[in-house]
């Protein structure tokens, strides 16, 4: 009987061995995942542990602490959503957890999702602003923080504002130069093209100015730059300086009234613009200047629909600034005549290199190149002019 108890006894430790082993055992393969959040319309979880080479040291394996919250004025923006591509890849390679966020082009939706983030505990704020005619959106985030890092990018904020906090940085370009690059480039199309796009042959070329945003830093030097440019090189050859269409707008622009820099407000301006300018009439704009790429193709659009920039019709020169697919794509075809390239890819690694190091307790702008370093709050991405050259 003794014999009988111990043989069962045996048995039983036998089985509950087993049993401890098998749930110990584990899938040793690494995971990405990705959680939809409960507003999935404004938000998206990801995370990621894969090893490969990206943000911060590549030797980085491991998946750091914590996550990053970031915010996106508008995800129907096209730069804004080349951005957004870039640097999702960025931080998964860097191996980053990350919640973006579509401020849906309102400033009172960004400040509660950037208290929605930190509630649920954000380590780094990236931060597309939304409002940038004041300070007063920027401060208010950073005060927020209250004193975890903040990344700005893209849309201008001050220096001031920035440096109110030493863990506060912003990334984005030398905003007047894009407005100069382009400038240069429309006067220098222009004196080369100055007899076939002169329609009317009066000597001046009548021009319109799509302005995405009013209050705006980019906006405004764009605007400012992109004509004012044009007209050095035009008069320092002998030529007048462009003539805006409009001798009653005494801005010399159209604005997106929406904020939105979007393709449909160019395509409306200049569907009604024809209406009233035409070759017919003797008055046709001759020259398209945009903020940004979406205006240009949208105004694009309404010259297509009207018989214009489509192969064998005259072609009325379009200029914006981003390439984008689709302006590479305009270029190529010969509707658009050139852009000033925003570099979506590097913007978004350095805010995620940056990020990287923030979360790493390094210096902000450690590994970051020092040619594109302002002082100690800013980092500028170079332009280049797009012709499709």
Sequence with gaps: MKKLHKKILCILLSVTMLVIMTACGGNDNNSNSNATPAD????????STTDN????D???TTSREGS???FYYTYSDT??????????SALDAAGIKYQDYDSNNSQTTQSEQVTTALTQGAKVLVVNLVDTGSDDAAKNIISQA????????????????????DKCVFVGTDYEMAGHMQGEMIGNYLLENYDTLDLNGDGTISYVMFKGQEGNAEADARTQYGQEDADAI????GKPALSFYDSAN???YLVDQTGAWSSVAATEYMQTIMSQYSEANNNMVELVIANNDEMAIGAITALQNAGYNKDGATVIPVFGVDATDAAKDAIAAGSMIGTIKQDAEGMANTIADITANFMDGKEAFDGVDSANVVGTWRVNIPYATYTGE
């Design 68 to 70: 990053v919250a970031v």
């Design 58 to 60: 590549a030797a980085e």
């Design 79 to 88: 730069y804004i959503s080349s951005v957004r591509a870039a640097l999702d």
């Design 40 to 47: 999935s319309s404004s938000t998206t979880d990801s995370s």
């Design 53 to 56: 080479s990206g943000a911060g």
């Design 146 to 165: 209250n004193g975890i890092p903040v990344i700005f990018f893209n849309r201008s904020v001050s220096e001031e504002a920035v440096t109110s906090s």
């Design 234 to 237: 035009l008069t320092g050859a």
């Design 250 to 252: 005494s801005n010399k």
